[in-house]
């Protein structure tokens, strides 16, 4: 097999954000673009030569070619095999169960998660390491770097072969195995989850909406929840992966998935609501009539998780982002198990969970995860929900109710200045940690400051320090506000604003989460002197 060698010379800005290297699709399809960051990869984590790779994306458009060049430069550099899903399809946690399955060296996933694609959309490529988790920071470094210094890259002048078929070919010396992206995973969901339970729930006419967004989860979820577990015909809706998501942006939030939440209110609706993102890590669930906050799903989780079988009895511990509420430490404490404060990302988590610390782990951010793969897990916490219902009996609404009458309700929310100037939301953030030490004492919005800081988290594991992660605003009686810029955005600068109230146990917990946030709001807009620095009055996005 002939390989080429094509000269080239770095490019600006392929640095790997909060989740691998986001751009519009457009860059993606710059020439060299993909080329270059592919052998940097390569490059940057020693090479490619005799390595096995578990390579597959979201779906979404330019994931087919970009597969096939991936395929044509592992070759070239010397890979020995590649496990790739059909038609170069797989969701991220999918991806992550085959790169531990097969022990293989790591994985190359195609996706910009929840940001709309197509043409004019975004794209995302990131490495996910030998554990199946994101590549920790000092491997994205070392991928950096050698997009700041590349000088060629390798590429087969073979054709990448056929991956719309399942079975193995060869690329030159490498073997290329096309495999049934939606088989291994099924097989772990049934190891880990009481499906008996949850099928004759089902087929005591228990009724399930679970929306893919037009993305990735839907043969996953046809399969299982249909397929396997009995949910009536048409449970999952929007269920054929497309190249532009059907022109939505398939976040499964409120906002985004609007369908569900308009069904999930209607006269006729289910028992219980879920939504998934592009590839397959994110979820949202849902009550009639009620949205579950991730924050709060992610306690409810850890506090019933003993209903599932790979759960009973084995919460090591459990894990969360800084800015997701903590209404988890709750349940921790009551449990008597550790809880984890990592940064945002799900790279922290991995640590954790390799050692043993963590069981559970989630994120405001619709991520909730858990030990048995390196990744978050949209459809895992849909499942786990479910077996949970299943053998609890009580529906998601009264089940929340009562958790809050015991441990309290964290009211929470999160404002989004979307692409606001990258300078403005730079100086607001100097502002901020400009006044760390002047700002506690004070009182704003009839809320006075008790502490504030720049959260920074050394890793228990490692002892690695990642600094600059957000700033914390304290309040007395209980209150947070959490501010930071996105890593994922592919445009400007996004403003995240995370507020938090606690209600004790007895207290209201049946009022309006905005309602029930106004003055931590207010406190938010005017320490951060928000309007000044960015000109908005209010946010653009409100989850
Ligand atoms: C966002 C979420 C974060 C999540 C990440 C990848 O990152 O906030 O929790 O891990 O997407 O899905 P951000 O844009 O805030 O950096
Ligand atoms: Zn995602």
């Not at 441990?407 to 403005?424: K, L, M, Q, V």
């Amino acid at each position: 097999m002939a390989n080429q060698i094509v000269p080239t010379s770095p490019i600006e800005g392929q640095k790997p954000g909060t989740s691998g290297l986001r751009k519009k699709t457009a860059v993606f399809q710059e020439p060299g673009y993909l080329e270059n960051f592919v052998q940097s990869l390569f490059d940057g984590t020693g090479g490619a030569a005799g390595k096995t790779y578990v390579v597959g994306g979201d779906g979404r458009f330019f994931n087919d070619d970009a597969t096939r060049t991936i395929i044509r430069m592992a070759a070239a550099n010397g890979a020995a095999r590649l496990i790739i899903g059909q038609n170069g399809l797989l969701s991220t946690p999918a991806a992550s169960n085959l790169i531990r399955k097969n022990q293989t060296d790591g994985g190359i996933i195609l996706s910009a998660s929840h940001n709309p694609g197509g043409q004019n959309g975004d794209f995302g490529i990131k490495f996910n390491a030998a554990n199946g988790g994101p590549a920790p920071e000092k491997i994205t470094e070392a991928i950096y770097a050698r997009t700041q210094d590349i000088t060629q890259y390798r590429i087969a002048e073979a054709d990448a072969g056929d991956i719309s078929t399942l079975g193995s070919y060869k690329v030159g010396d490498m073997q290329v195995d096309v495999i049934d992206p939606v088989a291994d995973y099924e097989d772990l969901m049934r190891e880990l989850f009481d499906f008996d339970a949850i099928a004759k729930m089902f087929a005591g006419g228990f009724r399930v909406c679970f929306d893919a967004m037009h993305a990735v989860t839907g043969p996953y979820a046809k399969r299982i929840l249909e397929g396997v577990l009995g949910a009536a015909h048409g449970s999952v809706i929007n269920a054929v992966p497309s190249l532009d998501f059907g022109g939505g942006h398939p976040d499964p939030n409120p906002v985004w998935a609007s369908e569900l939440v308009a069904l999930m209110s209607g006269t006729d609706a289910p028992d219980f609501g879920a939504a998934s993102d592009g590839d397959g890590d994110r979820n949202m669930v849902m009550g009639r009539d009620a949205f579950v906050s991730p924050s709060d799903s992610l306690a409810l989780l850890t506090a019933y998780a003993h209903l599932a079988p790979a759960y009973a009895g084995r919460l090591s511990g459990v894990a969360r982002s800084m800015p997701t509420s903590q209404a988890v430490d709750i349940v921790a404490e009551r449990l008597g198990i550790p809880c984890f404060e990592t940064p945002t990302g799900w790279k922290f988590f991995g640590n954790l969970l390799d050692a043993g610390k963590a069981t559970l782990c989630g994120e405001e951010s619709a991520g909730t995860g858990s030990n048995h793969i390196r990744e978050k897990d949209g459809l895992w916490a849909v499942l786990l929900w479910l077996n949970i219902l299943a053998r609890d009996g009580r529906d998601i609404v009264q089940l929340r109710r009562d958790h809050w009458r015991s441990f309290g309700r964290n009211y929470y929310s999160r404002h989004d200045y979307e692409e606001i100037p990258t300078e403005a939301a730079g100086a607001l953030m100097s502002a901020l940690r400009a006044n760390l030490t002047t700002l506690p004492g004070s009182t704003v919005a009839g809320l006075t400051i008790s502490e504030v800081d720049n959260f920074a988290y050394t890793d228990p594991v490692d002892g690695s320090l990642t600094e600059n992660q957000g700033v914390r605003i304290r309040f007395e009686g209980g209150s947070r506000v959490v501010l930071r810029l996105s890593g994922t955005g592919t445009q400007g600068a996004t403003l995240r604003v995370y507020l938090e109230r606690f209600e004790a146990p007895g207290g209201d917990h049946g009022q309006d989460v905005q309602a029930a946030l106004a003055p931590v709001i207010e406190a938010a807009e005017t320490i951060a002197d928000i309007k000044t620095h960015t000109g908005r009055d209010k946010a653009d996005i409100i989850t």
